[in-house]
């Protein structure tokens, strides 16, 4: 069997237990907010803070992950994310949840996502984008069981201990499948998932934008549009995974029910993640990226009149599709555009500007529902920056449309 699926199934694993931190936190939002008194927007600031510090990271493990491959780095997001877990179940204070939350997730997400998605582009050519597909898949499938999964546990036993059932899990999952990284592939007589001719993606991109270092990449208009792209997704998609369970708590639907929300959103992300691998092996990733954004962008308008659970249901889906496709296309796109030989770096650099649009989005929407007591604004901001990152996948296609 080739090496590389075993990466993709290490990257699965890995990527399925983060998924506990990213679709968890809304899930403990309400139980801490009415534990402690705190307001909705200061305590989503602790998710912010997390994004933040994982966009910053994301800068230094891309050149890591570029130089010394991804163990170690994936080794270290375990230990911190169980370490973070287990003291989470200690917090009294505001400030406990911000250091404690924002340092130990901030650095499993950087040392986690960015060498698993830089590693495995390395290690396929014909098949990278169902092979990054299925590896993204583990953080969908991990969002479908995480906020139920913690719901439960949270309705059994309380939110501490909850925390330290948690805390185990990175310790028993992503420290042993660190150890099966690997950075490159050794070479062989015969592999047919990694080629020496140049790659269909040729056909897509500017030769000479490909071979500019990275610093040299930062000054073109092509970095900053993507990267705008991504800080518009980032925005609207942390924005409803942490406050789509409490408004739909509010609607009036039971605890159980809005946390199923969003693990059906992530189910959904999961057929998402595998029609959008095999169809970007197929043709251009952008024109892939800006179909997934426009069924973005109209899940979000049909979030503003949605009151009842059928209704939710139906977001959860359209969303998930389409959030689920975005995820490796955000991998697939970048190395379309600028190849593999910095490949880490570039999408550290990405990840931080989709955490500064999360580091946005997340506190703004709590700060409009302590002011106003709705989301219905929150939500309509959401729209208005989603179709603002539709249109600049518009403009990337022009960039194709003139290099083909």
């Not at 369970?245 to 992530?266: R, V």
């Not at 030989?341 to 506190?363: D, E, Y």
Request: overall charge positive; some cysteine.
């Amino acid at each position: 069997m080739y090496y590389g699926w075993v990466i993709v199934v290490a990257g699965f694993c890995v990527l399925a237990t983060n998924a506990l931190a990213i679709f968890g936190f809304g899930v403990f939002l309400k139980p801490l907010t009415e534990e402690f008194n705190w307001e909705r927007g200061a305590l989503s600031s602790a998710f912010s803070i997390s994004l933040l510090i994982a966009g910053v990271l994301s800068l230094v493990s891309g050149r890591l992950s570029d130089r010394y491959g991804p163990r170690i780095l994936v080794t270290a997001a375990g230990l911190s994310l169980g370490i973070g877990f287990l003291l989470m179940s200690q917090v009294s204070s505001l400030w406990q949840v911000y250091l404690v939350w924002g340092l130990s997730v901030g650095i499993a997400i950087s040392c986690s996502v960015i060498p698993i998605s830089s590693t495995i582009p390395r290690w396929f050519t014909q098949k990278r984008g169902i092979a990054i597909a299925i590896t993204v898949t583990g953080f969908s499938l991990g969002g479908v069981i995480a906020p139920v999964f913690i719901q439960w546990l949270i309705s059994t036993y309380d939110w501490q201990l909850s925390f330290i059932i948690l805390g185990a899990i990175p310790f028993i999952i992503i420290v042993p499948m660190a150890q099966l990284m690997r950075q490159e592939p050794r070479p062989t007589s015969v592999n047919p998932y990694v080629e020496n001719k140049p790659s269909e993606e040729s056909q897509y991109t500017d030769p000479s934008i490909r071979e500019l270092s990275f610093n040299q990449t930062i000054k073109t208009k092509w970095f900053w549009v993507f990267g705008f792209m991504q800080l518009s997704f980032g925005f609207c998609a942390q924005t409803i995974i942490v406050h789509i369970i409490p408004y739909a708590a509010d609607t009036g639907l039971p605890a159980i029910t809005a946390a199923s929300i969003l693990s059906i959103s992530a189910g959904s992300s999961i057929a998402g993640n595998l029609a959008i691998g095999f169809l970007s092996d197929r043709i251009s990733g952008r024109l892939a990226l800006n179909g997934c954004l426009i069924v973005l962008t109209l899940s979000l308008v049909w979030l503003l009149f949605t009151t009842e659970a059928w209704m939710f249901y139906i977001f959860a889906v359209v969303f998930g599709l389409a959030r689920g496709g975005i995820i490796p296309l955000q991998t697939v796109v970048v190395a379309e555009l600028f190849g593999l030989r910095h490949l880490g770096s570039f999408v550290g650099a990405f990840l931080l500007f989709a955490t500064v649009g999360g580091v946005l989005g997340t506190p703004i929407a709590g700060l409009i529902f302590d002011v106003s007591g709705s989301y219905s604004l929150a939500f309509g901001l959401d729209v208005i920056i989603s179709t603002l990152a539709v249109i600049l996948s518009l403009i990337l296609l022009r960039y194709k449309s003139k290099k083909m």
